[in-house]
């Protein structure tokens, strides 16, 4: 865990060029699977906690491969070494007015015994930061604190934030304009 307090999230500043945020928007928007944005166990919808509108893209997609590198590479480089064995499906996510998602940990404390467990989420900001107000993507540390460091390039366009899942973070709502970023979770077996 000593890692974890050191290094709380890993993040790469504009690492994807303004072409390529605009050709994976496009094909995010493309996608025939939208649906309000689910929070509970159950799917079930919690407007209070979360507004907006998600799609998923297929397993092996390009942005799969994407994302797959920089995650591997942060769990290395921050020194996390986590054990992942599985990866979800990449969440496209829309914040249109008013969308938000409260503080909230991407990982279930309380699943059966042998599930995998999410160890690790990774954040794509895909928007450019002029295209729209609010949507800050905010993270807690460890101890529960708001990191406000490097909010400023958190919001850059083609930024990637990989980050150990049971950290504290949220979207603040978008207050104008439509943010869109993707989202995807690595999973392992019990932590030891």
Not at 3 to 9: A, F, L, M, T
Not at 72 to 85: M, P
Request: a negative charge; charged letters at 20%.
């Amino acid at each position: 865990m000593r890692s974890v307090v050191d290094i709380p999230y890993y993040f790469w500043d504009k690492a994807l060029p303004d072409e390529a945020c605009d050709e994976i928007i496009n094909a995010g928007l493309a996608l025939d699977n939208f649906k309000p944005a689910g929070v509970n166990s159950d799917n079930t919808i919690d407007s209070e906690l979360r507004q907006g509108s998600i799609g998923w893209f297929p397993k092996d997609h390009t942005v799969d491969k994407l994302c797959q590198s920089y995650v591997g590479l942060a769990n290395v480089e921050a020194k996390w070494n986590f054990i992942i064995s599985e990866c979800e499906k990449v969440q496209f996510s829309i914040y249109g007015l008013q969308s938000r998602y409260g503080w909230h940990r991407d990982t279930n404390v309380t699943l059966p015994e042998g599930s995998p467990i999410r160890k690790l989420s990774v954040s794509v900001q895909l928007s450019h930061p002029d295209d729209y107000e609010g949507g800050d993507f905010q993270i807690k540390n460890f101890f529960g604190t708001e990191i406000t460091e490097n909010a400023n390039q958190l919001r850059n366009r083609g930024t990637i934030i990989v980050f150990p899942s049971y950290l504290e973070h949220q979207v603040v709502p978008v207050t104008k304009g439509t943010r869109y970023s993707l989202v995807q979770w690595y999973s392992g077996p019990d932590w030891r």
